[in-house]
């Protein structure tokens, strides 16, 4: 998966780069991350390669905002990437090279880790369950079912991502269980 093929997506309707940005905090935050200077540098390249055009708008708070849109070859790539099926194996995870090397500090520092690991994971599913509720209560009765397809699709990654980090803040419950226990032998 790229940068480029989630901002074609995500340029369904245009938008600028902040708005874009706070995409990626609210609706992806919990399978892609990417930070302005990223997605500002994907947008120029993007454009300069014809799959986007960008025009200047007012704004209500300073100056004018570029926005972008994409265009037809860029609406054609999109298609070709989802048409291509799921792409797999090209995940990381930083924290769990982190843990493959924590016989390199000290037990209690390591217990530590992952204690640190499962109170950021516990904010996060806190946040995506909040995110979910919300959602709920909007839709009413027969929530998820009744969403529009779009929502529906977004609604699926939601699922995900309430589903694996529930699994993660098992798996480090677990794993502190086996740390403290290891200690206590």
């Keep these: ?33 990417a930070d302005l200077t990223q997605i500002y540098r994907a947008l120029n390249r993007m454009e300069k390669d014809g799959l986007l055009e960008s025009r200047l708008e007012p704004s209500e708070r ?29 995940e990381k995870f930083a924290y769990l090279a982190q843990i493959h090397f924590l016989d390199e500090i000290e037990p209690a520092q390591a217990e530590e880790f ?25 839709a009413g009765e027969g929530f998820p079912d009744t969403l529009d397809d779009e929502d529906f699709h977004t609604w699926l990654t939601l699922d995900m991502g309430l589903r694996k980090t529930r699994a993660l803040v098992e798996w480090v419950e677990a794993s502190i269980a086996r740390l403290r226990g290891r200690r206590e032998r």
Aim: glycine share 8%; no cysteine.
């Design 62 to 90: 300073g100056p004018a905002r570029k926005v972008y849109r994409r265009t037809p070859a860029g609406s054609r790539t999109l298609a070709e990437w989802l048409r291509g099926g799921p792409v797999l194996g090209n």
């Design 114 to 138: 992952f204690d640190t690991l499962r109170e950021e994971l516990v904010t996060q599913l806190s946040t995506l369950d909040a995110i979910e509720q919300e959602w709920r209560t909007e």
């Design 1 to 33: 998966m790229s940068l480029e093929n989630i901002l074609l997506g995500i340029l369904k309707r245009p938008a600028a780069g902040y708005d874009i940005k706070r995409q990626f905090e609210t609706v992806f935050n919990h399978f892609w991350h």
